[in-house]
């Protein structure tokens, strides 16, 4: 594939053959001057339910539409220390109910996960039913430190007044939630930035982490980000080849993007990528967006987040 941001030149502090690979990130990160990377957006599951989520992706769902070969099918332990080889010092875990009734099953799994790799972010997640509220305000208290839900998996309406709790308890909180709110890579009946920009009307201050940057509504996230004191982007897939190919950035925005610096969140999607995960990076430093945006977007904003 070409490069989609003709004329972008690779970061200074990048590896001299621009073909970064895993084993190079640790190397790239220490001539960046950071420790490490701090990665809002991974996926663990129950393996049963994580076998389910590949075996959708080998078949090219409705909501994927395309080839989509899975890079990391490996256990949990190995993805883990491949992580950890590659520098990825905090991460999450990121669970998401599709129905009701299985987010408590998601969120025990995720909580043993949590005590078992002490480097990932206590994780959760919530869908629109009567008890809602209660479970996640009990797993507010017991210490988790990031919630994710999935409009388009979901297939639910963010402005259910069975959320309402939800919202206001991690407002109250401020305990971030990564939203999948976006379009892509296919549209469903709530996906967009018109229901969940009523949710952030109603509640301003929520801590919401916009998955895949609203990927294809890239300008509606973007103003919500710039209009709302507490939304953040995540960097999810976007800028990579793959992404590129179908729904690309709007390169006429990347002055905002570098303008939201602050609020700009390393996300991957591992181990869930058709590429390799140092792909994630690559696109982000040909950017060209300078050293220092990398810094806060690759560690210093994850940390001053969450580890603050």
Same mark, same amino acid.
């Given at each position: 594939? %070409?490069?989609?941001? @003709?004329?972008?030149?690779?970061?200074?502090?990048?590896?001299?053959?621009?073909?970064?690979?895993?084993?190079?990130?640790?190397?790239?990160?220490?001539?960046?001057?950071?420790?490490?990377?701090?990665?809002?957006?991974?996926?663990?599951?129950?393996? *049963?339910?994580?076998?389910?989520? =590949?075996?959708?992706?080998?078949?090219?769902?409705?909501? %994927?539409?395309?080839?989509?070969?899975?890079?990391?099918? =490996?256990?949990?332990?190995? *993805?883990?220390?491949?992580?950890?080889?590659?520098?990825?010092?905090?991460?999450? &875990?990121?669970? +998401?109910?599709?129905?009701? /009734?299985? &987010?408590?099953?998601?969120?025990?799994?995720?909580?043993?996960?949590?005590?078992?790799?002490?480097?990932?972010? *206590?994780?959760?997640?919530?869908?629109?039913?009567?008890?809602? /509220? &209660?479970?996640?305000?009990?797993?507010?208290?017991?210490?988790?430190?990031?919630?994710?839900?999935?409009?388009?998996?979901?297939?639910?309406?963010?402005?259910?007044?069975?959320?309402?709790?939800? =919202?206001?308890?991690?407002?109250?909180?401020?305990?971030?939630?990564?939203?999948? &709110? /976006?379009?892509?890579?296919?549209?469903?009946?709530?996906?967009?930035?018109?229901?969940?920009?009523?949710?952030?009307?109603?509640?301003?201050?929520?801590?919401?982490? #916009?998955?895949?940057?609203?990927?294809?509504?890239?300008?509606?996230?973007?103003?919500?980000?710039?209009? +709302?004191?507490? #939304?953040?982007?995540?960097?999810?897939? #976007?800028?990579?080849?793959?992404?590129?190919?179908?729904? @690309?950035?709007?390169?006429?925005?990347?002055? *905002?993007?570098?303008?939201?610096?602050?609020?700009?969140?390393?996300?991957?999607?591992?181990?869930?990528?058709?590429?390799?995960?140092?792909?994630?990076?690559?696109?982000?430093?040909?950017?060209?967006?300078?050293?220092?945006?990398?810094?806060?977007?690759? =560690?210093?904003?994850?940390?001053?987040?969450?580890?603050?």
């Amino acid at each position: 594939m %070409t490069d989609p941001l @003709p004329g972008a030149a690779l970061s200074d502090a990048a590896l001299s053959d621009a073909a970064l690979s895993d084993d190079g990130l640790p190397e790239f990160c220490a001539r960046l001057g950071i420790p490490g990377l701090f990665d809002a957006h991974v996926h663990f599951l129950p393996p *049963r339910v994580m076998q389910k989520v =590949w075996s959708y992706f080998d078949a090219a769902g409705p909501l %994927t539409g395309r080839e989509w070969p899975i890079t990391y099918r =490996w256990s949990d332990g190995e *993805r883990v220390a491949h992580l950890e080889r590659m520098g990825v010092l905090r991460f999450s &875990a990121l669970p +998401y109910a599709h129905k009701p /009734g299985i &987010a408590e099953f998601l969120n025990d799994w995720a909580a043993d996960f949590a005590d078992t790799y002490g480097n990932a972010l *206590r994780s959760a997640t919530f869908y629109p039913e009567p008890e809602a /509220g &209660a479970y996640v305000r009990a797993r507010i208290d017991a210490g988790t430190e990031i919630f994710k839900t999935h409009i388009q998996v979901g297939e639910f309406d963010p402005t259910d007044p069975m959320l309402d709790e939800v =919202w206001g308890a991690l407002t109250d909180s401020q305990t971030p939630v990564v939203v999948h &709110a /976006g379009s892509g890579p296919a549209p469903g009946r709530f996906t967009g930035p018109e229901l969940i920009g009523r949710v952030l009307a109603a509640f301003p201050t929520l801590p919401m982490i #916009v998955a895949h940057m609203g990927v294809p509504e890239y300008g509606a996230f973007l103003d919500f980000a710039e209009r +709302y004191p507490n #939304v953040r982007l995540d960097t999810t897939m #976007v800028f990579t080849d793959f992404t590129e190919e179908t729904t @690309p950035f709007p390169t006429d925005d990347l002055g *905002r993007l570098k303008d939201l610096q602050p609020r700009v969140l390393l996300g991957s999607d591992f181990p869930n990528i058709p590429y390799a995960y140092a792909h994630q990076v690559e696109a982000l430093a040909r950017l060209d967006l300078g050293d220092d945006w990398l810094r806060d977007v690759l =560690w210093r904003n994850g940390l001053a987040l969450f580890d603050a």
